[in-house]
């Protein structure tokens, strides 16, 4: 009778391997040790944190993410379009590696040449035909253009006023009992309309101390009146204050902040806060034709740097989709703001429901500005009665 051998597997393992490993183990805890003792001595300003890994995210399209959350979910992938179902991550690497989107050039120029910075703002919404070639942006000229005396056409302004009365405006359903709840200023009071001005065609010097954008704020809050939402215009120059005080072009936001902080003080019923512009942009580009006849376009500025940011583009966005609605291409959209070349905040910090609107371009006329206007009354009066009914409480319970 034969015997079994039993079989064993003999594994032989060379010193010279152990010590190799061994070695390496050791130095890859001394590595990590190291890094870690120098990411800790380092500087607060150079650490790693969470807003550097937030600036380092906001460098990555949405899509990005999704495609993120499509490993785990494949539902998620359907959320986009098929020809952007798969992902192209030549153009994300080099996107992280250089800081570069190769979708937007301004990520290139914008540390090369002087003053571009300015228009390197952000599209959340866009409307018709808006993208980063034509977004809004204000020029800044010298204070002394501001100021200079130029005639302006009455006639054209008291013309467009009267046609914009002929049209009639159904008595409001309800009102607020004739409490002010919307605030309207104007941060650069001066900014006008060339067609306005008599014998001026420079888009830069498009600027008039009486006959500007206060007379869209003006025409703004009667509006809202004639909606049965009250409304207060400011009537300070806020350039004309910052020549009596010495102060400079672009501290025309802390001028009117101060305007705006008395108001909340004076009157708290307010609870909107509109900052009325006039955007730099020639009219192809400002101009837009509704049921056949022509208005001046708008934009919601966001400042991307106030603490409450996300309220502030909740509402601006509402509104952009209910223009969109009723007014089809009347928005050019919502633009966020930020960085070192621009003030960030724009005052909306102070609330949750405040909003920078422009309203046209230089080359637009009063008529096409208060068409505007009644839409931009029209569609916020619908967003405010509706929010209303939502912040109303509940009636109490019959017991």
């Known amino acids: 009778m034969k015997k079994q ?56 399209s949405q899509e990005t993410f999704i495609h993120l959350f499509s490993f785990e979910n494949h539902y998620f992938s359907q959320l986009l379009p098929k020809e952007r179902q798969k992902p192209n991550y030549s153009a994300l690497l080099f996107r992280m590696a250089t800081s570069i989107n190769p979708d937007d ?33 204000e020029s800044a000229p010298p204070l002394e253009v501001m100021l200079a005396e130029r005639q302006a056409s009455l006639e054209s302004l008291e013309e467009a006023d009267k046609k914009h009365e002929e049209k009639q405006v159904p008595p409001p359903t309800q009102t607020t009992g004739g409490r002010k709840v919307v605030y309207i200023y104007h941060t650069h009071t001066r900014e006008s309309y060339l067609p306005a001005l008599k014998g001026v065609t420079d888009p830069d010097l498009a600027f008039h101390q009486t006959v500007n954008v206060t007379k869209v704020g003006e025409k703004l809050a009667e509006e809202m009146e004639k909606r049965g939402i009250g409304a207060e215009v400011s009537t300070i ?15 025309a936001y802390d001028m009117s902040r101060k305007t705006v902080v008395e108001a909340m003080s004076r009157n708290r019923d307010l609870q909107y806060f509109i900052d009325i512009h006039r955007d730099a942009r020639r009219r192809k580009y400002t101009t837009i034709k509704i049921h056949g006849a022509d208005y001046a376009r708008v934009a919601f500025i966001i400042g991307g740097e106030n603490a409450r940011y996300e309220k502030n583009l909740q509402l601006a966005t509402q509104l952009h989709h209910l223009l969109q609605k009723k007014y089809p291409g009347l928005s050019r959209g919502v633009i966020e703001k930020k960085g070192a070349e621009t003030n960030g905040k724009f005052n909306q910090d102070l609330s949750e429901n405040a909003l920078l609107i422009e309203f046209g371009g230089v080359d637009n006329t009063f008529e096409e500005l208060f068409r505007s206007v009644s839409a931009v009354a029209d569609v916020f009066s619908e967003y405010y009665w509706q929010a209303q009914k939502v912040q109303a409480p509940a009636p109490a319970e019959k017991r």
């Open 105 to 137: 050039p301004r990520s290139l120029l914008g540390g090369e040449l002087p003053g571009f910075t300015l228009y390197d703002s952000k599209i959340i919404v866009a409307g018709e035909g808006t993208d980063y070639t034509n977004m809004p942006y």
């Open 237 to 251: 120059d806020i350039e004309g204050e910052l020549k009596k005080k010495g102060m400079k072009y672009y501290q």
């Open 5 to 60: 051998r039993s079989s064993r597997m003999v594994v032989a393992v060379q010193g010279t391997s152990l010590k190799k490993m061994i070695i390496l183990a050791v130095l890859g805890c001394m590595m990590m040790f190291m890094l870690i003792g120098a990411i800790t001595s380092l500087k607060p300003e150079y650490r790693i944190s969470s807003s550097s890994v937030s600036n380092m995210t906001d460098q990555f």
